[in-house]
């Protein structure tokens, strides 16, 4: 190896501790922190993300960049132009990005997030529109910082999903959309009417428990990994020490459970990565559309699947003997597989899901152009959601307050979700033709020829593709409407006796 | 404020900033870390304190510092003095160490504490050798850097006790030796042998809430900080965000509890400082000794006295009415204050507890002075052990393995247990005198006269008095032992028959 890749490359390492660091106070933040210890995280995440964005701005980098870029291109491998090319985008965009900026901006997302917190406690969009604008605020700033000629919501788009834009999603998405609504129309006009609601009383420890073997089955690897609680799942941590959060509500049993396969989803994917690479853009997600491919394949084609519940559905009963006692089993497998209008996008069943992020791409896309205000955000959102779902929040809490992402500033990821869900079909369709056995083997609790497949396919390539590249290359085509639309229709006419 | 000073504090809070997050990490590392991600970690801490260690020996602050220095005594306040007195300390200390050595020290900290966690499992200190070997030699190398003149093991205890030396606690455990081993021998002679083994199946759940709700009652804040399981209780984190943890066993319940109460001692004494002197020698223990001082004092002076379970007894009861169906009050209280030998420290009475300390005291000054060596550790422990405590460890985890502290490199420690057994002795004398109904407030569940008073006498003041300074100023004596004979006796005697 060059020797300046070397050296870049043990740079690189050493930011990724910061990171790494930054990653663990976070989900400390989530999971432990004592109510009034808030400021203290703050000051604490302020102060290092000042010095690693420090540390990896260092000129010195910048250098041995340039330097490396300067040589021709066959003097390096596949994989060592990925580490060059992608770090090169990472360095100018961070150099542009003042040291005070970039901890103010973080602050406020440490504000943001408790502020959200309170204002979902009090049920109140009020308390939380001066700090989501000074966000929204913030986040155009960013933009303007490292390119002024792009539109600021297209450099959101393109800090998650590199080569995606607002105009690519919003062709997507009214392709998608026109297939989806006819389809929910003709769900919701079945007689067929599965509640979730008829589950009761299953014991949160059995729950946790339960999860756990779930996550272990699916391949999690829990000796360089946690699940914990936190109000809103997630994944976190970094690759050699993956911490995932579930919740738990003793009549929402399916909450907790698809949440924690969501989450392993997302996990197994960075497991996937070789110890080698960690530090470096090999070690990392090629984007948060294919990291949504994962956790969502792993929640809806495996979780959702009959060959699934084949295997788990006798230690549920097991686990769970008097809450299930009058429900058979279709009658349990229809519940999983329930499609209801719900004005909670996580609670939603993956048909009217898509329709609760284009929902919030179309939301977002107004808040960067300016057509609607933050302070109008709430009306905006339950005029939005009687049109695409016929439903009206009853409260902020189950409306415009539902969801962390943006008091985080993370606009441009909520698309993610939905192209993730058409990766994911993609995947399905190309895994299920290349292992013939695939069904099968999740029947006798194996889910490792996915998980290999998906490690082939998928994972081992960290950043050295693109999102549409990476796509193209398994799949042969371009991230497409038609292989989700296909999937809803096989998994769901069926059950809701569409024709 | 002179505007120098305001600049050195500023330096001062961004370091303390770096420190607390170390705290996190460290903290993290004993509660949640999986199994297989522990060389990451230290990498983690390793990268972290390297750079906290570069902020800190900033020339800026050496800078400051001087400027500081150069100034009539009269330009300042007692507090500002004590900002300037010890950060220059600390300065000119920290300067003399190199960052790679502070990061190898570090590091090969992070792997003692995991090597004693293995070799602990397997029972075998051999496994345990070679790591101590280094952590020895590395503290060895510590002191010389900074003070070539002095003695290694001096400069150890310096760091936790400012102004005490190796010399000045033997003469002190000499004279405590000599009152101690006829006390113990009294005591051990007598009829009465209670038996801490009566006490069995106690619901962990349970014992977890009554901790809780003991720490609670004590003034623990619990809106700014935690109780959680760890191997070996501890106390962490940082003023903002204290962190206290304990362990729980079925049948060993009063271990949890006592546990629980030393910590939250400590943490008392941290969450009593003023906010706005976090992060700085104000907003700092004095010394290792005082802070034991606080959890030996809550411990014992307080929570095995019958005042105190006058009025935590009937609650006791009631959450474990099965357990303690047919052990009556006085035969509980006996219980609670039963004297016998035991190999391990942290379950050891607070009489023959002395003997354990005045045991490792003796070890670690044999091992600075190299006339004992690692490899022959064990068998000093045992041969010391058999000399103090009339035992012969069953084994290794009963024996030389059985602390944390070494595997961490905090030599020079130990000693500050004993000495806050007998600071604590010297302060409840005091703090009896000035408040009389002190006890009949705790009969009623009210500590907070006990605590206003040690915020008022110790906690204030933060690194203001140095410990013999502050001790005498309290309790108009230096450290001495006759109030913790004194205060044995009198507990003691009464109910071993004694004269």
């Known amino acids: 190896m060059h020797l300046s890749l070397e050296k870049l490359i043990q740079r690189l390492k050493h930011v990724a501790q910061l990171d790494n660091i930054l990653n663990i106070l976070h989900w400390d933040e989530k999971v432990n922190l004592p109510p009034n210890s808030a400021t203290g995280r703050a000051e604490q995440i302020k102060a290092l993300t000042e010095i690693a964005h420090r540390e990896f701005t260092d000129p010195t980098i910048g250098e041995l960049l340039e330097e490396l870029n300067a040589l021709p291109d066959e003097s390096f491998s596949l994989p060592e132009k990925t580490i060059i090319r992608e770090t090169r985008r990472d360095y100018l965009r961070a150099i542009k990005l003042p040291a005070t900026f970039v901890a103010e901006k973080k602050t406020a997302e ?17 308390l939380f529109v001066p700090i989501l604008e000074e966000l929204l605020d913030l986040s155009k700033q960013e933009a303007a910082f490292v390119d002024p000629r792009i539109q600021a919501y297209d450099y959101h788009i393109d800090l998650h ?13 009214i392709e998608l959309k026109k297939d989806l609504l006819p389809l929910v129309k003709t769900i919701l006009a079945s007689s067929h009417k599965p509640r979730a609601s008829i589950l009761k009383n299953f014991p949160i420890e059995t729950q946790k428990s339960f999860a756990l073997l779930v996550a272990q089955k699916l391949g999690f690897d829990f000796s360089q990994g946690r699940l914990d609680v936190s109000v809103h799942p997630f994944c976190s941590g970094h690759s050699g020490d993956r911490r995932i959060t579930t919740r738990f509500n003793e009549n929402v049993p399916l909450d907790s459970l698809f ?27 090629v984007g948060m559309a294919v990291h949504e491919s994962q956790s969502r394949l792993w929640e809806n084609q495996v979780g959702r699947s009959r060959a699934f519940w084949k295997f788990f559905e006798p230690l549920y009963r097991q686990q769970f ?37 284009i929902l919030r791409f179309g939301l977002e896309k107004e808040l960067f152009e300016g057509t609607v205000a933050v302070k109008d955000l709430r009306e905006a959102w339950n005029q ?24 985080g500033a993370a606009f441009g990821y909520f698309p993610s979700y939905t192209l993730g869900n058409m990766i994911a079909a993609q995947l399905w369709e190309v895994a299920k ?9 999740f029947e006798k609790g194996d889910f490792t020829p996915l998980l290999n497949w998906l490690r082939e396919s998928i994972h081992q390539f960290g950043k050295q593709y693109r999102t549409q590249g990476l796509v193209q290359k398994v799949t042969g085509s371009s991230i497409s409407t038609k292989p989700l639309i296909n999937y809803l229709k096989e998994r769901y006419l069926p059950l809701y006796g569409g024709k």
């Open 110 to 126: 440490s504000i943001g997030y408790h502020a959200w917190v309170k204002a979902r406690e009090s049920n109140d969009f009020s």
């Open 161 to 173: 999903d590199q080569g995606l834009d607002a105009k690519i999603i919003q062709q997507l998405f």
């Open 259 to 285: 949440s924690t396969i969501h989450e392993v989803g997302h996990a197994l994917y960075e497991q996937g990565f070789a110890p080698e690479n960690y530090g470096t853009p090999l070690g990392q997600a």
């Open 321 to 357: 003997p008097n809450a299930l006692s009058s429900i058979d089993s279709e009658a349990f497998y229809k519940v999983i597989n329930a499609v209801e209008l719900n004005p909670i996008r996580v609670d939603s069943d993956e048909v009217t899901y898509n329709l609760h992020i």
């Open 384 to 407: 939005k959601s009687k049109e695409l779902l016929q439903l009206t929040p009853k409260n902020d809490k189950e409306g415009v307050l539902q969801d962390i992402h943006w008091s």
């Open 433 to 441: 033709k290349t292992i013939p056995s695939l069904e099968t083997s």
